[in-house]
């Protein structure tokens, strides 16, 4: 290599993707910043990826490691033992830079010493790299609730902050950059560039079109930060049920999957971590009869008088009475979750996820969210307008989310008042598509059927 200690390390990834590595390497070669070194990492691909990568090899710049496959995260710490630059990135090979990428990514961390990771915005790219949105993130010289990590690829690190760490945890086989920034974040700076200086390829074979891994590695990657920092939330689980009682189309007792309904959110609270105490409160005896005979003392029925399950009283109400008759010696808890049971398949990984988003980012309340992608408008009484008029620019402050899942966590401090109230930090865990389902109607109780056909 023409320069044994570069300024800026870049390791390439690639797996299988041969019809765009060429592009991705030739986006390193062409930046307008030179003092690089590029190391290209094949993770045992089974395509044409190899011919293309090797004649490559013949340039001083560019170093080729060609191995079996091994997954994300121990490919991303070979790369990290390869480089030697003063800062390292990752590009995946289906990305690809733009030119001035490592000229203005490299020169914040030159002029800011107390940063030690900067990203930029980026373009939304399809298969055949037409520009389909431009990403803008927020600035984050404002931001206060870091719950929104820069992208996994096209990130720069200081290389040594980054080998501090003991770099990536290899026992994550996938990872859209949540592990890294949760463990930087405690400890260093870290600030973006309001420019697009990458291109995101969005196709069928991306990690973050497998949505319930995402979450899953998500989920699990949040736990264990907690776990190490010995600084678990004790949260009760709170399930109102109205019952037949007070509502005669309630669907508390009706069998999904020869279950009723209301056991599928007493036993997701029953296996969350976080949850020390299940509580159900209904003023339905037959609620109250069930709960005696399928749990016994794992869950405590509590009686709600019946002007409290009214359907235009308030939840605030029954969480009151719920706290009132609670025995002294239960009284000792941070945060509250309550659950409906309309939502069957919100399990107890996305309880835990709230209590642990609560946790890490000092939110006062923590809902389940959707991300709403679709066109959003408004009538302004001539019909209606699109709230984003520029489709092909996207303003992460701008991003529209649903609350799903039929859950809010809620810190102690607040737990009385179930709405949400001016200045609380409201953190947000999103859930998968199936967690996210509610039983509203016949139509999406037919769909839970399916769903839940599908574990027999």
């Not at 995402?214 to 776990?227: A, D, G, N, P």
């Not at 109400?317 to 010696?329: H, I, R």
Request: glycine content about 4%; some cysteine; hydrophobic content about 40%.
């Amino acid at each position: 290599m023409s320069n044994l200690f570069p300024l800026i390390s870049v390791y390439l990834v690639n797996y299988n993707y041969g019809r765009f590595v060429e592009q991705a390497i030739e986006s390193v070669l062409q930046q307008t910043f030179q003092d690089f070194e590029l190391i290209i990492i094949d993770d045992g691909s089974s395509d044409n990826s190899r011919e293309i990568i090797e004649p490559y090899a013949r340039n001083e710049k560019i170093m080729t490691i060609f191995q079996e496959n091994k997954g994300l995260n121990a490919t991303n710490n070979i790369g990290l033992r390869a480089a030697t630059g003063k800062y390292i990135m990752r590009l995946d090979a289906d990305d690809y830079l733009d030119a001035h990428a490592l000229e203005l990514l490299s020169g914040v961390l030159e002029k800011n010493e107390d940063v030690g990771l900067v990203f930029p915005d980026y373009y939304m790219v399809d298969i055949d790299g037409q520009v389909l949105e431009v990403i803008q993130r927020h600035n984050f010289d404002e931001v206060t609730m870091m719950d929104q990590p820069a992208h996994g690829a096209c990130t720069m690190i200081r290389r040594e902050l980054l080998e501090s760490m003991e770099g990536y945890d290899e026992s994550f086989r996938c990872q859209d950059g949540w592990d890294l920034w949760l463990r930087f974040i405690q400890h260093h700076q870290v600030k973006n560039v309001s420019l697009p200086l990458f291109y995101y390829r969005q196709h069928g074979n991306n990690l973050t079109a497998n949505e319930e891994r995402l979450l899953s590695t998500r989920s699990e990657i949040m736990r264990k930060v907690v776990q190490s920092k010995n600084e678990q939330l004790k949260c009760i689980a709170v399930i109102p049920v109205r019952g037949k009682t007070a509502d005669p189309h309630s669907l508390a007792l009706r069998e999904l999957n020869e279950k009723p309904i209301l056991d599928w959110s007493i036993e997701a609270a029953l296996n969350a971590d976080c949850v020390t105490d299940v509580v159900v409160t209904s003023p339905d005896e037959k609620i109250l009869e069930h709960i005696k005979n399928t749990y016994g003392d794992k869950v405590m029925p509590i009686a709600r008088d019946w002007k409290f399950a009214l359907p235009n009283t308030s939840i605030d109400d029954a969480v009151t009475d719920v706290f009132n008759q609670l025995p002294e010696d239960r009284r000792n808890f941070d945060a509250v979750t309550i659950l409906f049971v309309e939502s069957p398949f919100r399990s107890s990984k996305y309880i835990d996820m709230a209590a642990d988003v609560m946790q890490l980012f000092s939110a006062d309340r923590v809902i389940g969210v959707r991300p709403e992608n679709s066109n959003m408008y408004q009538h302004d009484g001539s019909g209606m307008l699109p709230l984003k008029h520029d489709k092909r620019l996207r303003y992460e402050r701008d991003e529209m989310f649903r609350e799903v899942g039929n859950m809010v966590l809620v810190r102690r401090r607040h737990f009385l008042r179930t709405a949400m109230e001016p200045g609380e930090r409201v953190g947000h865990v999103v859930l998968s598509k199936k967690a996210a389902l509610s039983l509203d109607s016949q139509w999406e109780w037919d769909i839970a059927e399916l769903m839940s056909a599908e574990k027999k």
